[in-house]
């Protein structure tokens, strides 16, 4: 059986997560078991995050349409129903978007969920 040697894996290895962990302090950047430790737990959180990140941004657009709305007298929900008996299919990011950018727009959006409500 041919000889095994398994120093170039085992140096990439260490190599992956070493680099993986460049800028954290202490310990945690320079020795293999912490580093590794810190490395699995910051992927975990990267990974639990990216779902969160969309749940926040929903959250915030339904914060600003609703603040929009209710300068016109509208609550989030009406205002909502309203467009949607319009037939007016605009997602929440580009409501939000108008709302903050383009107020005349909104107030368009608004007189027309109104009246559709």
């Known amino acids: 059986m041919p000889r095994v040697k398994k120093a170039v894996k085992s140096r990439a290895r260490r190599k992956k997560i070493l680099s993986a962990a460049k800028g954290y302090r202490g310990g945690r950047g320079v020795l293999l078991r912490t580093a590794k430790e810190t490395v699995e737990r910051a992927l975990k959180f990267a990974y639990r995050d990216r779902k969160l990140r969309k749940r926040d ?27 949607k008996k319009a037939n007016i299919t605009l997602d929440r990011k580009a409501l939000a978007n108008l709302a903050a950018t383009n107020p005349e727009a909104f107030a368009e959006l608004a007189r027309i969920a109104k009246e559709a409500a």
């Open 57 to 83: 941004f929903r959250s915030l657009w339904i914060i600003r349409i609703n603040a929009a709305a209710r300068e016109h007298d509208l609550s989030y929900s009406r205002f909502m129903n309203g467009l």
